[in-house]
Nanobody, 120 residues
Framework: QVQLVESGGGLVQAGGSLRLSCAAS????????MGWYRQAPEKQRERELV?????????DYADSVKGRFTISRDNAKNTVYLQMNFLEPEDTAVYYC????????????WGQGTQVTVSS
C-alpha cells in the first residue's frame, strides 16, 4: 500500500520559515511527478497547487509563493521537500503531498496533510 507521510508543519509567526517533508513508500519514486498542494480553511472545496517538481526535475510554483518557497526532491530517500520562507498569514492551510506516475496517470496518491498556521 502506497503511503505519503508529510511532516514539518506547525505554528510560526509571519516572516518565519518552515520546511515540509514528504516521505513516499514508492518503489519507483523517480518515476513520479511530485507536488505540494494546500487547502485553506475558508476554501474547503478548493485545493490549490503550491509547487511541483517533475520526475525530470522541471519545477513550477504558484505565483503567490514564487521567491519565498523552494521545492526539492531526493530520489535516494524517496522524499520531497518544501522550504517555506517569509511566511504570511495567507499561507495558513493544510498542506498535502501528491505523487503521480509519469506514465500510469491513474497512479495518483495523496498524503494525509500537515497543518501550517502563520500568525500575524
Amino acid at each position: 500500500q502506497v503511503q505519503l507521510v508529510e511532516s514539518g508543519g506547525g505554528l510560526v509567526q509571519a516572516g518565519g520559515s518552515l520546511r515540509l517533508s514528504c516521505a513516499a513508500s514508492l518503489n519507483t519514486f523517480s518515476r513520479y511527478d511530485m507536488g505540494w498542494y494546500r487547502q485553506a480553511p475558508e476554501k474547503q472545496r478548493e485545493r490549490e497547487l503550491v509547487a511541483a517538481i517533475g520526475a525530470g526535475g522541471l519545477i513550477d510554483y504558484a505565483d503567490s509563493v514564487k521567491g519565498r518557497f523552494t521545492i526539492s526532491r531526493d530520489n535516494a530517500k524517496n522524499t520531497v521537500y518544501l522550504q517555506m520562507n517569509f511566511l504570511e498569514p495567507e499561507d495558513t492551510a493544510v498542506y498535502y503531498c501528491n505523487a503521480r506516475h509519469i506514465f500510469l496517470r491513474d497512479q495518483n496518491y495523496w498524503g494525509q496533510g500537515t497543518q501550517v498556521t502563520v500568525s500575524s
